[in-house]
């Protein structure tokens, strides 16, 4: 079946520097989800990739999809420690198919 | 707007208990589901809707059962509770139209079974 692996699992960042986490996918995903967990809470939606190639970005977070449509990547600049929490890949195969998350990167920023 | 709601916050179960889990969202979207997250295991899908009257197994269904009777209502019963079920249950409901399949996640149930 379907897996998706993510990497790292951990994270420790200090404050300013970058770092990228990556997402893999064992088949070809319609399409490509992040999410955020802070610790305690709920998943939150950060962005969905559609397209091959994909590349976009939400100020210091840069979101990219491969062009075989089985990788994805989530890079973040100049952290913060408002970056701190966990962060979720997650696709489907199909449209409104099965979501699949991966295991995620829990992010630890040091001052 | 509520946006998800999830209930109860916490929930203690003895082993061979039922119980239901509450859902419900007030964005009439199509798109619901229920989740647990176990400790580095992510969150895995347990059963999903697309819309009232059709549900679909996720990757960990067995135990669970779910029915769709309405769109704003996605409950998960428990039908005879067991330790390996102590987990944290989210319901999430999304749009089905393009460009809207933004998943709101509720704030989750914190279930123990002894």
């Known amino acids: 079946g379907q897996q998706v692996m993510q990497i790292p699992q951990y994270q420790h960042v200090q404050e300013g520097e970058d770092f990228t986490t990556y997402c893999n996918s064992s088949?070809?995903?319609?399409?490509i989800q992040w999410y955020k967990q802070r610790p305690g809470g709920h998943p939150v939606f950060l962005i969905q990739?559609?397209?091959?190639?994909e590349v976009k970005k939400q100020k210091r977070l840069t979101f990219q999809f491969g062009e075989a449509k089985k990788n994805s990547s989530l890079h973040i600049t100049a952290t913060q420690t408002t970056d701190v929490g966990t962060y979720f890949c997650?696709?489907?195969?199909?449209?409104?198919?099965?979501?699949?998350f991966g295991a995620g990167t829990q992010v630890v920023v040091t001052p | 707007n509520a946006g998800v709601t999830q209930t109860p916050k916490f929930q203690v179960l003895k082993t061979g208990q039922s119980m239901t889990l509450q859902c419900a969202q007030d964005?009439?979207?199509?798109?619901m589901s229920w989740y647990r997250q176990d400790p580095g295991m992510g969150l895995r899908l347990i059963h999903y809707?697309?819309?009232?009257?059709?549900?679909d197994q996720g990757e960990v269904p067995n135990g669970y059962n779910v029915s769709r009777s309405t769109t704003e209502d996605f409950p998960l019963r428990l039908l005879s509770a067991a330790p390996s079920q102590t987990s944290v249950y989210f319901c999430?409901?999304?749009?089905?139209?393009?460009?809207?399949?933004?998943?709101?996640f509720g704030p989750g149930t914190r279930l123990l079974v002894l």
């Open positions: 999430a409901s999304s749009y089905t139209g393009q460009g809207k399949e933004t998943q709101y």
């Open positions: 088949t070809t995903l319609s399409n």
């Open positions: 990739l559609v397209k091959s190639g």
């Open positions: 997650a696709g489907s195969r199909v449209r409104w198919g099965k979501l699949q």
């Open positions: 964005m009439n979207h199509e798109y």
């Open positions: 809707s697309v819309g009232a009257g059709i549900t």
